[in-house]
Structures are given as C-alpha cells and as structure tokens.
C-alpha cells in the first residue's frame, strides 16, 4: 500500500463504535508498575555477562600523549582493557555515528579514551579511574556566538534545502510601512530522557546480538553494520521498551559500539551503561541557536515579507543543522519569505535531533516575533495570525492537506477567555504578581516513513502482531493493539502486539512525530490483507461484520479461530510514502494559550495555567494523544523558562551535566494544563487519515509563555530561557530611562 492517491472511506469510517480513537488504558501499562517490562539495561541473559565502563577524555581536542592501564587491569575482577591500541578494527562512521576507540585522536569531550571490562559493574568503575591518560591539546573552539562570521551553509538534508527563497523578502521588508527585526537566542539542551543509554552485547555464531536502547532498530542495523564492518543482516537489535528518547536513542551510541566490541574480545556478554553524566557528552545534544527574523507588514497586519535567518552549530565535519527557520516557510501567507540556515563547526560533542528539532526552537522566535509585530501594530495578536492564514503553502506553492490553524486559534481563545485580556503589560495585579496571557501558533511536519507488519491469527483465536517499532513510552503497543482489535473485530485482550525486534518485519521505529501513522498504517493493510483472507476462508463478502471474534453475514456466523485452523493464519502489509506528500503540504496544527505571574520584586515567573488545542487527523488515542500533547506543551514549558546546557567555552565541556542542575519542570511548576484535539481526517496524510502528535506540543508552546511574561511586565526577553536575573535585568532597564539605550529595540514603525 502506498500514499499516491488521497484515501477512500476505510473500515476505520464506517465503524461507528470501534476502539480506534478510544481512550484505552496503556496495554503495557501493568508490566511496567510491576517491574517486568524489560529496558536494557535489566537482561540477565545469557549467563556469564561482564560489564562495561567507559573511560571518558577530559579534553575537547587533541590527541592521547599517555596512556597506562596496568593498575587498572591488575585490579580485582578486570576481564580487560580495551584502548585505541587493542581495540579490534572498525568500519567507517555512519549518520552521525563514529568507531569508538579507532585512533589516539580526541574530537570532543567525554569521547571515550578506554573501555574497562570487569566480573561486575562495580569492579570496572573502580578500575576505569586507574587508567591514567595523558593529553597533548590543541586549542579549543567551541562557542557558537563567537564563530557566526565563520558559519557557512550547510548541505542540504534530502527534500529539506538549507536556504529557501520566494520573491523578493529584502525589498519588500524595506518598503513594509511596519517592521520588526529581533534578534532570539536559544541555549543548548539535552534531552534528559529517564533511562540512560545502556547495552547488554554478545556474539551468538557470527551473529551479533544487542539489547539496547534504541528508537528505530532498522536504522540502528545499517549504523552498526557500517560501524563494525558487519553485514547488517549479522546484527539482531531488541529494544522491546524504551525509557525514553526525544531523539537522543534515533541512533547506537558508544554504550551498543564499545559493548559489542567489548564482547567479541572478551567472549562474553557485555553490558554497558553510560552514566547520566557521560550521557551528556557521549550522546546527542540540541545545539544553540541565533536567530534574526524581519517582518514587514501593511498597516493593517498583513505580511508582505518574512526573512529569518539562523545560525547552530556541531562537530568539526558534522553537516547536520538545527533546522530552525524551516517551520516558517509555510507558516503565514506572504508573497515575501526568505530562510536561510549557517553551521558553525565547533569543538564540541555531535549536535543532532531532539524532540521537534527546528520548530522547538525555531517558534520560540518567530511566535515572539509575530506577538512583536502584533504590538508594533496595535493588533490583537490572534487576530493578526487569524489575518495571515495561508491557503497554500506559501514557499512550495502547493494546497495544504489540511490546514485548521485558525480554528485551533478562535476555539482555545474561547475557552480560555482571551477576551478578557489587557493588552497594555503589566495591566493586571494579584498582590505581589502582575499576570499576562500569551498566545502562539503551532505546526509540525506530518511525514510518512516505510514500514511492514505482519498478524497471525492461532487456532485459539488471538491475533499476534509483529513489527520492529518501538515503543519510547508514547504508546505505540496501545494504539496498534487498538488498529488490530477494531480491524479484525478482537476484543484488545485477544491481540498480543510484539514490537521492538529487528528480527520482525521492518518498521519506521519512533521518531519525527512518524511512528503512529508509519507502523500503523502498516498494521492497518497487513489487518485488511487478513481480513480478505479470513473471507475467502468463509466464503463471505466484504459487507460480511467482523465483530466479537466472529464473521457474520446475514444468519451465518463463524469464528476467526475456526478459520484459523490448528496452522493458524498469517498475512503481511506494508505502507510507502507515495506521492502525497509531495503533492500536498502537510502539517499538524495548533495553538497555545498560557497564563503567567511574575514576582514583581524577585522576577520569579510561575505558570498559572496554560492551554493546547490541537488537529492532528484521526486521534488514535483520545488518552495517549492528550498525554503525548500535555508531555510536549510542558517540554516547551522547559524550553522557555529553565532548560540551558551551561557550556565552559575553554575546555568545550558541559558544567551542568547532571539532572541536578540542568533543570525540567517538575510537578510545581506545571498548575492546570489541558490539550484538546479538534475532530478532522486527513486523507492525503496516511491510510490511518492521522497525523504525528508527538513533537507537535511542544512547537510553539515555549514562545505562548514568553509571549504572557511579556504582557505580565513589560519587559520582552530574547534570550532563553527566561530566568528571573535576565528579567531583574528587564525591570532594571525599564524602570531607568537612562539605562534604555542598552535593551535592543523591540520594532521600529513606520
């Protein structure tokens, strides 16, 4: 099944009262609260293991002077060492992902140096603090901020160009009788997933066989294959529950590289675990960001040019750029629109995907820019969104598949009393708190990736399904148990879904906000293929029900188990992108309403409440897809007010490497937050006629908060996150004349 033309009405249409879209509890959800869902690092097959600990360096660049580890393998049960001087022969790095211990050549810091191998995990702590390393550095180069005139454009990643550029932004923002030209700043961020990365390797007859982490396995394969010299039909991956990702398990890390290198020298399993503080610099980072956005608009709040240009940065060699200007390219109607996209190589850890990579930061600015705008105008800032809806994609020049920004935007202004908003900051008083509301758009790409399935029905009438998608905690197991069970008229206990396998058929895994629509519609042809089969066997027709575990038509009724047979029953499906998406411009869309105080003495700011109303296609899951919602709106919540990566520019390490000091929101901080879906079906989009969700509340939910600490004080803060010295600092500027001049100007009126 592919997507070349837009989907007829579906089983899934004409059932009025299936599961699909059902808010059923998470099916995994008891083996989890009991402790026998298994993560990987808790395998304890096969017998034998010896455990891994990775030695990292302790400079950002440079090369290995020394190196003793005869203390370290002399300790009590060390098993053995493994350096860039024994380490077997490697392959050749692969999407973003290197050899590990290949050279005396150091390219970060926390690269690893060693890799102790020892009877038990305490044994090889103790002994990685023996290895003695010595380093020869060389200068350090790792601030993004100081190397923007060194940025030069990226590549360009597959149908994403680096730069776009529709009629003439520069003229027309010239001419424009109101502008706004800002600057935004965003930190580096980590994504501070609850299950560090962690590996448990061996090698059964040539084959290689890892537990691991991992969010798509199928992808996981052909890394390692390149990685290790390996064919990757040699690599088995199993990564039956994550504990999360937001993009940092998207690839293997150094935990699954050195653990199965750890295991061929060794000849035992290894299990390897990065610490929380190593997972900081051995696995992906979000890079900071700069980025300056003009606007240029008629006076009665109509764009005639939008130009923003940003700037990220990553490795030496690394191409990969955080793509932030990209959402704005079919954001508003305009018939001005320029992006541009630098790269700045730096010494630092590889930058890389993290969750909603490009719109997360990339609307922390453009949806401040536009409540700028908004101000510069004297506009109500929905209503100048609602006046800037597009009716096609503005830079591809294409129609939407659906497009219900604005319905998102009157109904969450609606419930959540818009109306009642001052527009002049700092209007409103509770005590020693001043209180604003802020709005902000939302939009995520909603793409389609390949993907197989296969079901079996046995003879005691439960359906099996198989697929190597993972799970990473946002309800893939529920939600394709929920597509089986409607599909072959099962109850949901009568279907037993097995994902997380390379061993079963190919899947997209979890990633980009594509894995429901992905392996789901994939399940959905494989259920459909199962179906005509389970008629032929009962000589019915495709008006035949299928209901309760039976096929009726008419007076006659058999039951799926007796079709089955003692054999059972199998059948495959499959799902390709086709051609709608290149036909269509398709986005999941929102909007985000929140409510702020802000101390006016300290410049604490606490959330008051905040709202998401969203359309994302056919919802799956009324229950996962509010959680999945809620989860990204409160991700945005840590983007605007307390997520930072602190880096140390000298030695290109990260000081706040732990969950201590890199700060999420906890229950505190978020008061009542709600997430409701408007009803739509997209056609265009998947069999399913769903959308991705995951990714999507967190787009622009950070810039609504931004937007309400503005309309609390006055006092518009371009640099996140907006910690209360930067808003002391605000309070300070604005409260001295004299001091003014040194706050950038917020827009300039023509």
Same mark, same amino acid.
């Given at each position: ?82 350096? =860039? ?98 600057? =935004? ?5 980590? &994504? ?50 994550? +504990? ?13 590289? $050195? ?41 009665? +709040? ?185 599909? $072959? ?38 259920? $459909? ?51 709608? &998406? ?5 986005q999941s869309y929102g909007a985000h309403f929140a409510e702020v105080g802000v101390d006016m003495d300290t410049g ?52 706040? &490497?732990?969950?201590a000091e890199y700060h999420v929101p906890v229950h505190a901080d978020i008061p009542a937050i709600d997430a409701v879906f408007l009803p ?15 990714? $999507? ?54």
């Amino acid at each position: 099944m592919d997507m070349t033309h837009p989907v007829g009405t579906t089983p899934l249409d004409t059932i009025t009262d299936g599961i699909v879209g059902k808010p059923l509890d998470r099916v995994d959800g008891p083996s989890k609260v009991t402790g026998t869902a298994t993560y990987a690092y808790e395998y304890r097959e096969p017998e034998n293991i010896a455990y891994g600990y990775l030695v990292p360096a302790s400079i950002a660049r440079g090369r290995i002077a020394t190196l003793d580890t005869a203390a370290a393998e002399a300790m009590p049960g060390v098993v053995a060492v493994l350096t =860039y001087r024994n380490a077997p022969k490697q392959g050749s790095a692969s999407q973003q992902v290197e050899p590990q211990l290949a050279s005396d050549r150091i390219d970060h810091y926390g690269q690893a140096v060693a890799c102790v191998v020892a009877d038990s995990f305490e044994q090889a702590r103790a002994a990685a603090y023996a290895v003695a390393v010595g380093y020869a550095p060389d200068p350090v180069n790792a601030a993004l901020d100081a190397n923007l005139d060194r940025a030069v454009k990226p590549k360009d990643r597959g149908t994403s160009p680096a730069d776009t550029s529709v009629g003439d932004a520069d003229a027309a923002f010239a001419s424009a009788p109101v502008k706004v030209e800002v600057q =935004y700043t965003t930190p580096l961020q980590t &994504h501070a997933m609850m299950e560090p990365h962690a590996t448990l390797a061996y090698w059964r007859r040539g084959q290689l066989i890892l537990f691991t982490a991992n969010q798509m396995p199928n992808r996981g394969q052909a890394i390692l294959a390149s990685v290790l010299n390996m064919n990757k039909d040699n690599i088995r991956i199993v990564s039956r529950y994550v +504990g999360g990702g937001f993009g940092a398990k998207l690839t293997p890390h150094p935990d699954a590289v $050195l653990a199965a290198l750890a295991s061929k020298v060794v000849d035992r399993p290894v299990k390897l675990a990065l610490t929380r503080q190593q997972v900081f610099h051995s696995t992906f980072h979000r890079s900071d960001t700069v980025q300056r956005i003009r606007l240029g608009a008629t006076r009665d +709040g109509r764009l005639v040019s939008v130009a923003h240009r940003s700037w990220s940065g990553n490795q030496v060699g690394e191409q990969n750029f955080e793509a932030a200007a990209e959402v704005t390219r079919s954001l508003y109607a305009t018939p001005n629109i320029l992006t541009q996209h630098r790269l700045a190589e730096l010494d630092i850890p590889t930058a890389s995907a993290m969750r909603a990579p490009g719109e997360a930061v990339g609307m922390l600015a453009i949806e401040c820019a536009m409540d700028e705008l908004a101000e510069a105008l004297k506009l109500d800032p929905v209503e100048l969104r609602i006046r800037n809806d597009a009716s096609q994609d503005p830079t591809k020049l294409i129609p939407y598949s659906t497009r219900a920004m604005v319905p998102c935007l009157r109904h969450g202004a609606e419930m959540f009393g818009w109306d009642k908003r001052v527009a002049t900051p700092g209007g409103v008083r509770d005590g020693q708190w001043t209180v604003g509301l802020g709005v902000a758009a939302a939009s995520r790409g909603n793409p389609l990736q390949p993907a197989k399935a296969w079901v079996r029905i046995g003879p005691d009438g439960i359906a099996t399904t198989r697929a190597a998608m993972t799970d990473i905690g946002t309800g893939s197991y529920t939600i394709l148990t929920q597509i089986a069970s409607e599909l $072959l008229g099962l109850p949901p206990e009568m279907v037993r879904t097995e994902l997380g396998d390379t061993d079963f058929p190919m899947s997209s895994g979890s990633g980009g906000s594509f894995g429901a629509g992905s392996a789901g519609s994939a399940l959905y042809d494989a259920c $459909l293929v199962m179906r005509r089969k389970l008629l032929a066997a009962a000589g019915m027709s495709d008006g035949a029900t299928f209901r309760d575990g039976r096929i009726t038509e008419g007076n006659r009724s058999v039951t799926l188990a007796s079709l089955a047979g003692p054999s059972g029953i199998e059948a495959d499906g499959g799902i390709e992108p086709g051609t709608m &998406h290149k036909l269509y411009s398709q986005q999941s869309y929102g909007a985000h309403f929140a409510e702020v105080g802000v101390d006016m003495d300290t410049g604490e700011i606490r959330l008051r409440r905040m709202l998401g109303v969203f359309t994302a296609g056919r919802i799956l899951n009324a229950k996962t897809a509010r959680s999945q919602a809620i989860g990204g709106m409160i991700f945005g919540v840590g983007a605007a007010l307390t997520e930072a990566v602190a880096l140390d520019p000298r030695f290109g390490m990260f000081v706040n &490497h732990n969950l201590a000091e890199y700060h999420v929101p906890v229950h505190a901080d978020i008061p009542a937050i709600d997430a409701v879906f408007l009803p739509e079906l997209d056609d265009k989009s998947n069999p399913l006629k769903s959308k991705g969700i995951g990714e $999507l509340g967190i787009c622009g939910a950070g810039a609504a908060v931004a937007n309400a600490v503005y309309n609390a004080t006055g006092v518009r803060i371009r640099d996140y996150p907006l910690t209360l010295d930067k808003v002391l600092a605000g309070f300070e500027a604005r409260d001295r004349p004299e001091r003014r001049s040194a706050v950038p100007a917020a827009t300039q009126g023509g």
